[in-house]
């Protein structure tokens, strides 16, 4: 079974161009690589920061593009994203009794386990006791089936000092949960904006591009008016392949783009 993977659009209102490159034209010229080439994919799995600052008009931007999408998608909020109006731009998708956007569905065998990790009006996230609860039930009802756990937040450091200070702030609480439950194979996340892979725990996780530009490459500063930026990415995304046991072959690419527009 073949997916897709998205993450980081950072999409602004129509005719903002406040912010370069144009996320609008990046997301775009990546669905358009999408559709040309990746029509046999079964979904598309979105994990976070649809919008740049969850305003209505750019959910409404954000959805219009994401329309062009030749295959389903599944689809998280970010840090960017504000619940609230992205579950109004997004009611088809699930969201538990608590209204966090946690749900889960098996596709091709392998169970896709969505999480809502975002803290309103931070960047940093988290999985509060009513999130860790419900993750817990999830992987119990499923505890036979391959799962593959996405949420736009890593627990864990990656050696990015300005990154890694707003990462997730529960890795003790998931990491017990992903220990005890043998069934999860595989991590993804959002968020740093950069392709990266590892293991945490035991379990593989893979990073996904951003749709919009990578963040930099910097082992060194904290502060983001600090960073330097020394080989800039341009926008890409993700294809895995996966088995009804849960095994994973995942590839990074990138689209070409002039970074200026």
Sequence with gaps: MKFIHLSDLHILSRNDMSRKPDAAATLRKVIGEVNALHRDAEICVITGDITHRGTSEQYEHAVDILSELAIPYLVIPGNHDIREAFRDAFPTTD????????????IGGVRFVM????????HHGT??????????DELAAHRD????????????EMGLPF?????LDVEHELGEIVQANRQIKHLFFGH??????????GVPFVLANST??????????????????RNPLGPGYGIGFTDPK???????????????L
Excluded at 95 to 106: K, R, S
Excluded at 145 to 156: D, G, Q, S, V
Excluded at 246 to 260: E, I
Aim: net charge negative; with cysteine; hydrophobic share 35%.
């Design 95 to 106: 969201i538990d009794a608590n209204g966090f956007v946690n749900f889960g569905q098996t």
């Design 115 to 122: 999480m809502d990790s975002i803290v309103p009006d931070h």
């Design 127 to 136: 999985l509060c006791d009513r999130r860790l609860a419900w993750l817990r």
């Design 145 to 156: 089936t391959p799962t593959f756990l996405f949420m736009h937040h890593p627990p864990f």
């Design 163 to 167: 990154m890694d200070t707003i990462r």
């Design 192 to 201: 740093l904006h950069r392709p990266a892979t590892g293991t945490w725990l």
């Design 212 to 229: 919009q530009c990578g963040e930099p490459l910097d082992f060194r500063h904290e502060k983001e008016e600090e960073l330097e930026d």
């Design 246 to 260: 849960g095994g994973l072959r995942y590839h990074f690419d990138f689209v070409k783009f002039d970074m200026d």
